[in-house]
């Protein structure tokens, strides 16, 4: 492998803002480029509401502003549901909503500031070849590291938009990308940084779970985890939305899956043929196919608990 001797010129300055991510980055030595330090703006609240009961979240959020806000849990209760279970308490007190999405990828390889790898400026992704044992289960692109952000996910779940400085209401596919970029976690240019983020009209009745698989009991990265908002009338799934995130380079709807299940009885078949489909596209890794019962065993979890 090659030794990563990209010289700091050439790097781009990182945005700083609470630093959680990049702070660890920075020890490691993996980034070693220039800083630009972000400065909370005055007079702009954490969460505004508009008239219509749509919520606006500024990038400057806490993750536990987000988690233990009871308007917004009560109007978004999945995206609440996914900022209370990531992290530890204290990471959650001072990481950011912005911060959340624009993190760079866990890969052990990325982490390593020994190693070069596509997201550093190299030609290859030594996980594919190498141990990509918490890799993906949807192989999009290159680079075979799952995206790390979990609000990423469920904002894809609410169809929420992103505001930065350069250009108003991305989606979150548009931030991301599609995958197939391997060098970058994020679609952001040089010197755009994240604003706002802009959630739809709260949905009346919808009931909402989170859920992540993990490897330890405690403060671990999800190996799979998923968001489902559901809204049942008369016996029928009337609204089915599921996403699944660090099965792929990005956040994944699962399509096929919530078209099982929408507009159909809420029973123990629908489900079963939600579960069934929920693994459509799927390309595991030789070391990530168990990636694929878990992504299953969740999606019917959530499933069975919006419908109990």
Known sequence: MNINARPAAAQRAEFRAAGTDLSERRRSGVSRGPLVDLMRPSGIPDIAWDASGAARISAFTSIAAMATDRQLGAAYPGLAAAAAGLATPQ???????????AQRSRCWYYRDPHIDCLKK?????????????????????PCVAP???TLAA????????????LRPRLSIAQLLGDGTNGGADHELRAGEIIESIELGIPVANERSLYRRAISRSYAEWPLVEVVVRAVIADGTFKLVRIVSGA????????LAAESAAQGS??????IAKAVAQSTTG???????????????????????GVSA
Not at 91 to 101: C, E, Y
Not at 123 to 141: I, M, Q, S, T, W
């Open 91 to 101: 990471i959650r007190h001072v990481a950011t909503l912005g911060g959340n999405l």
């Open 121 to 141: 400026g190299g030609a290859v992704c030594p996980a594919r070849e190498g141990n990509h044992l918490y890799g993906v289960a949807f192989d999009l692109g």
């Open 147 to 149: 995206h790390p952000s």
């Open 154 to 165: 469920a904002l894809m779940a609410y169809d929420a938009t992103v505001t930065t400085n």
């Open 247 to 254: 099965i792929a380079p990005v956040p994944l709807r699962l």
């Open 265 to 270: 009885a809420v029973n123990a078949a629908t």
């Open 282 to 304: 799927a390309r595991p890794l030789a070391m990530t196919t168990y990636k694929l019962d878990l992504l299953k065993g969740l999606v019917q979890d959530l499933l069975e």
